[in-house]
């Protein structure tokens, strides 16, 4: 059974959105295109990462929603023509994880087509769901993505950090990660994102309820 409650789902996405969008700042991006899904959660963290960004940095940025199977050679199209710094690919929320993938697949195809500018961030839900190495196996995003730098961020559940990892990718495919930079995250972050994501509590809040 679920640890978290749809509405800490979405404040989930709220701190860490918040998050991304100061390591984003903090990267000295200042044009930014933020592409999500259409469903409450992507749009949740989406909305929280574009707020942040334009306050701790000043920059300009544009939220683009995408519908699987139905407008991502538009939402391309449309990116190419605002030219970002770096284009943030936020793909997960309540959706089911097939669609997605096909989804976050299909847009990395159409966007190595138009040859859309700029560097690209990947959401820590479609890598570890393997929509990177699903989109890798194309050639024509494969040498897309190898001419610009690529990043993820990922969770460190036991340590209570976030990290901003660059992506080296080979021309096989195949990659490796290496750590740029990390943020510590709040008791009350680090709390909702294991509840949330490996479904568990953490230690030391179990031995402090038990004692009390």
Same mark, same amino acid.
């Given at each position: 059974?679920?640890?978290?409650?749809?509405?800490?789902?979405?404040?989930?996405?709220?701190?860490?959105?918040?998050?991304?969008?100061?390591?984003?700042?903090?990267?000295?991006?200042?044009?930014?295109?933020?592409?999500?899904?259409?469903?409450?959660?992507?749009?949740?963290?989406?909305?929280?990462?574009?707020?942040?960004?334009?306050?701790?940095?000043?920059?300009?940025?544009?939220?683009?929603?995408?519908?699987?199977?139905?407008?991502?050679?538009?939402?391309?199209?449309?990116?190419?023509?605002?030219?970002?710094?770096?284009?943030?690919?936020?793909?997960? %929320?309540?959706?089911?994880? $097939?669609?997605? /993938?096909?989804?976050? @697949?299909? +847009?990395?195809?159409?966007?190595?087509?138009? &040859?859309?500018?700029?560097?690209?961030?990947?959401?820590?839900?479609?890598?570890?769901?393997?929509?990177?190495?699903?989109?890798?196996?194309?050639?024509?995003?494969?040498?897309?993505?190898?001419?610009?730098?690529?990043?993820?961020?990922?969770?460190?559940?036991?340590?209570?950090?976030?990290?901003?990892?660059?992506?080296?990718?080979?021309?096989? %495919?195949?990659?490796?990660? $290496?750590?740029? /930079?990390?943020?510590? @995250?709040? +008791?009350?972050?680090?709390?909702?994102?294991? &509840?949330?994501?490996?479904?568990?509590?953490?230690?030391?809040?179990?031995?402090?309820?038990?004692?009390?």
């Amino acid at each position: 059974m679920p640890l978290t409650t749809f509405e800490e789902e979405i404040y989930l996405r709220a701190l860490t959105g918040r998050l991304v969008g100061k390591a984003l700042a903090d990267l000295g991006v200042n044009k930014l295109a933020v592409v999500a899904p259409k469903n409450i959660i992507c749009s949740s963290i989406a909305t929280a990462t574009e707020a942040t960004f334009i306050e701790a940095g000043n920059g300009v940025t544009y939220h683009f929603m995408v519908e699987t199977g139905a407008n991502e050679a538009e939402v391309a199209e449309r990116l190419a023509k605002f030219a970002p710094q770096v284009t943030l690919l936020q793909f997960g %929320g309540e959706s089911p994880i $097939e669609e997605v /993938r096909r989804s976050f @697949v299909a +847009l990395l195809k159409e966007m190595a087509a138009r &040859r859309v500018p700029g560097d690209v961030v990947v959401h820590v839900r479609i890598f570890a769901a393997k929509g990177l190495d699903e989109a890798l196996q194309n050639p024509e995003v494969r040498e897309y993505l190898r001419t610009r730098n690529v990043y993820v961020y990922t969770v460190g559940f036991d340590e209570g950090k976030v990290y901003i990892n660059r992506i080296a990718i080979n021309e096989d %495919g195949s990659y490796a990660l $290496e750590k740029i /930079r990390e943020y510590q @995250v709040t +008791l009350e972050h680090a709390d909702l994102l294991n &509840r949330s994501i490996k479904n568990r509590r953490l230690l030391f809040q179990e031995a402090q309820a038990q004692a009390q």
